[in-house]
């Protein structure tokens, strides 16, 4: 069974970056059409940024132009960049595949942004 576990959150002033790190184990997802989602505290999970597998992304328009995913196939790990962070993108970042049977959720990755 494939476990996901989200890395690479963290504190910081609006206008900063971070990048977020998913990795998978248990089965390569290269096959996979990937997800980050966020979900903020009150509020419904949304899907922020996807990654077919042969590569073809997806932004909601909160993310166009400041995010930008990625994924490694050698390391069966998704990539997510986010520049230029609002304090809007405050929430738990969450990383899984876009099929109707998702992969076991992960615990997520903090990524508070101050202003």
């Known amino acids: 069974q494939v476990q996901v576990v989200e890395s690479g959150g963290g504190l910081v002033q609006a206008g900063e970056s971070l990048r977020l790190s998913c990795a998978a184990s248990?089965?390569?997802?290269?096959?996979?059409?990937m997800g980050w989602y966020r979900q903020a505290p009150g509020k419904q999970r949304e899907l922020v940024a996807s990654?077919?597998?042969?590569?073809?992304?997806y932004y909601a328009d909160s993310a166009k132009g400041r995010f930008t995913i990625s994924r490694s196939n050698a390391r069966n790990t998704v990539y997510l960049q986010m520049s230029s962070l609002k304090p809007e993108d405050t929430a738990v970042y969450y990383c899984?595949?876009?099929?109707?049977?998702?992969?076991?959720w992960g615990q997520g990755t903090q990524v508070t942004v101050s202003s």
């Open positions: 899984n595949t876009l099929s109707a049977s998702p992969f076991p």
């Open positions: 248990g089965s390569p997802v290269r096959f996979s059409n």
């Open positions: 990654i077919t597998s042969g590569g073809n992304t």
